[in-house]
């Protein structure tokens, strides 16, 4: 019952509606972060762009797409190719393991952590090198700086569920 539930969702929305709401998200993404930079980059950052990583859960078509907004964004912090190919990587796996949240039936409370950690965890590899900083202190400032974000997501989820009347959301 619930495939066919999820199927339904799905189905609704040709290929033309997905690739336009793909580009709606990937720019209110820069956005976002065009009027967010300031806390965005450096060794303490709170991005709250990566908030939209949660609307995977409702869209899992928009993993790539947030992926590639995130690459795109990149372009504003001045740390280059490595900053973006890796901002990429970090957005499509943490957009995908919220629908994979989605996909078992978990509390949306947990699509709070891959928000948090898969930032918070990855982004430091190459940030330490770049700022000469220990991953570990940027592990701490980039985990706590999502905290805001990842809740800002989850409540994103609840409130695009409300509106449209999607079912498929686990309280």
């Known amino acids: 019952m619930y495939k066919e539930k999820k199927k339904i969702f799905m189905e609704q929305y040709t290929d ?8 709606l998200i990937i720019g209110l993404y820069c956005i976002i972060m065009y009027f967010t930079q300031s806390i965005s980059f450096g060794p303490y950052q709170i991005r709250i762009a990566t908030a939209l990583y949660s609307l995977a859960y409702i869209y899992p078509f928009l993993i790539l797409p947030l992926g590639i907004a995130n690459f795109l964004s990149n372009m504003l912090g001045g740390l280059g190719l490595i900053d973006m190919i890796g901002g990429c990587i970090v957005g499509i796996i943490t957009a995908y393991l919220i ?5 078992y039936k ?25 700022n000469s900083l220990p991953y570990s202190t940027l592990v701490i400032s980039l985990c706590i700086g999502q905290i805001i974000p990842s809740l800002l997501g989850v409540a994103l989820i609840k409130t695009l569920s409300k509106i449209l009347d999607w079912k498929g959301a686990v309280k």
């Not at 033309?16 to 580009?23: A, H, M, P």
């Open 16 to 23: 033309i509606q997905k690739l336009t709401l793909s580009g």
């Open 106 to 130: 978990c509390s949306l409370w947990i699509c709070a952590f891959p928000i948090i950690f898969v930032p918070g965890t990855i982004v430091p590899i190459w940030l330490s090198a770049i």
């Open 99 to 103: 629908t994979l949240i989605r996909n």
